[in-house]
């Protein structure tokens, strides 16, 4: 029995996206490289886990380790592309993450062709070569600061060093010998692209971000290599903003926000959009994610109930993270709430309950300050359904809505964030319930 969905990303898909795992499978395994491809969401929206789904199916690799028990073997994956992992946060405090990124596309290749070909055609010496040619670019793209590892093979090393680079390089031949660097390794394991995955570049500073992005434009705009990024766009245009020090100017032709989206094209020539799930999938991911959780409680119906509920009324954040979160939250209290006298008696009331429940539930996770007043006062959920049928009364200073976004006024849906928590999605099911008195609700509040 499991209580509580932790929030790693995933392999199984609960919305379908099958459909865009292989087109983007399809982009990376057709197009000629150079090539940047972005895979754009807000955050929690599934980034990683579209990363880690595409990286699957196109190369049978799954980068956090081992297949995960009861996951069948990706079927029909390309031999011929080999796949790199990089979590760019993780790198956040280096001077030069670029020279991070070749380090670990350096450790990477080399550990590919040791571990998937053991009987490699790359002899020790051609592998020192290739690692070499890494540490030269390294050298040259962290200003002759890095200093390359070789340990024990530092020697022979030493020797293929010295009969191919007595000069030092310059920029544009640099590249030439990464590219070549790279084809030798892809070409002895008969492959012919590296695909590159860069996840959360939206979580590095500004600075760190625009650095990778500079790096990776000057030294990995390979012809074998393609790369694709995992990313909240509005983050890293901002984080390019403030980076890039670009300020609006009245009457400039091009604004800020403008230059950094053409800054960002730059680099990545596709971006695609992950799909926003709608109220049936919004619905279906809640009721499957509370199914395993209730597998052994005997109020299933009451999960039932409240799936009615969110495949009728859209009030659930487009963002699987926080239904996740909920889907934990109502779990807790359909556990806590089986003794309520009258769920087994009258299905009216088991649905009004299954409304209180859900209602509380989406406050408790995502206005927690509307909780902490209901909690004090349970007869504040008038306040509250006042503000559901009117969301743009006035708000005092001190309100717990304030800062809140309505998404209906007067009527009228309102253009919101489909993925953010802090709007106000419950008027229209809080319109159905209309009177709610501070008895009924208050079996609810508790923490
Ligand atoms: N297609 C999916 N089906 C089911 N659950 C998913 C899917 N995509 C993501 N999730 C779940 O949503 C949560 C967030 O996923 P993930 O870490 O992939 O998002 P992210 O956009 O990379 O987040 P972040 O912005 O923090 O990097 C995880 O708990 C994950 O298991
Ligand atoms: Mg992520």
Known sequence: MFLSHND?????????????????????R??????????NGYWGTGKTSMLLQVCRQLTGVHPYGDKPPGLSAAKDVDKTIMPI???????????????????????????????????????????????????????AAS?????????????????????RYQQPLPGQSIRNLLQEAVATVLKSKKMNKLA??????????????????????????????VIIFGMDQRQVERALVKALGLKNED??????????????????????????????KKSQYLSALLAKLLSDAPHTIFAERIQSITDQYDCLPANPRKIKALANRLASMIRRLENLPSVRVDSAEIDREAAFCLVTAVVYCFHRRIFEQLQKNPAYISEVIAYADASDID???????????????????????????????LHRLLQQLAQVTDIEIKPFLFS
């Open 8 to 28: 790693d990303p995933t392999l199984e898909d609960g919305f379908d996206n099958n459909g865009l795992v292989r087109e983007i499978c399809g982009l990376i």
């Open 30 to 39: 057709n197009c000629t490289p150079p090539k940047g491809i972005g895979v």
């Open 85 to 139: 992992w990089f979590e760019a946060w993780r790198y956040q405090h280096e001077a030069q993450p670029v020279v991070a990124l070749l380090n670990e596309i350096r450790l990477q290749m080399g550990m590919l062709a040791k571990l998937q070909d053991k009987a490699a055609k790359l002899s020790g010496v051609a592998l020192l070569g290739v690692l070499s040619a890494f540490d030269e670019v390294a050298k």
């Open 143 to 163: 200003g002759g600061v890095f200093k390359p590892e070789l340990g024990k093979v530092q020697a022979i090393g030493n020797a293929w060093e010295k009969e």
């Open 196 to 225: 590159i995955f860069i996840d959360d570049l939206d979580r590095c500073e500004p600075e760190t971000a625009l650095r990778l992005m500079e790096g990776i434009k000057v030294y990995l705009n390979l012809n074998n290599c």
């Open 251 to 280: 009457g400039a032709a091009m604004n800020a926000d403008h230059y950094a989206r053409e800054y960002l094209e730059k680099i990545c020539q596709d971006i695609i959009h992950l799909p926003l799930p709608d109220k049936e």
């Open 395 to 425: 708000k005092d200073v001190d309100s717990p809505m304030q800062g809140i976004q309505p998404s209906v006024a007067s009527a009228r849906e309102l253009p919101v964030n489909p993925s953010d928590s802090n709007v106000f999605r």
